[in-house]
């Protein structure tokens, strides 16, 4: 698989009405709300054009999404990309000038990367490297969210 982008998450501060901005303008189709408790977020999924779009919002003053907010206000939080050989890249990027913000592993379904922003472009990029079924099919990443 070439690379394409896996989803896009956006930080707001008042998640439903965002949820109905987002709707009115892009007609994305509504997939799923959800807690995220290790991130302290809340967050609405839709899919635009063949990528997932995540809205989140803090559920507290404590989180990374809480964080970003007060430090840039409203906007990208991030982008994801689909790769192959992660692990070959992750070596790469280790002896390179661009920081990894985070390396994890979750068996059966992924291995992600995070580059720190000051090392691309001012974007948290996150790299992903699907496990099958995942790998080939947007309907099942879907469903991991």
Do not use: C
């Amino acid at each position: 698989m070439a690379s394409s982008i896996d989803h896009i998450v956006i930080a707001v501060k008042d998640l439903e009405k965002s949820k109905q901005l987002f709707s009115t303008i892009l007609k994305g189709e509504f997939l799923k709300e959800m807690v995220l408790p290790e991130q302290n977020a809340r967050a609405a999924y839709f899919l635009v054009g063949g990528i997932v779009i995540g809205l989140e919002t803090p559920l507290s003053e404590k989180g990374d999404i809480h964080n970003f907010l007060e430090r840039r206000g409203e906007g990208l939080h991030h982008i994801a990309f689909n790769i192959d050989e992660i692990d070959d890249l992750h070596s790469r990027l280790l002896d390179s000038e661009v920081k990894v913000a985070g390396f994890k592993k979750s068996h059966g379904l992924r291995k992600e990367l995070f580059t720190h922003p000051k090392s691309s472009f001012g974007l948290l990029l996150q790299l992903i490297e699907w496990e099958q079924p995942f790998k080939e099919s947007l309907e099942k990443r879907i469903e991991t969210l």
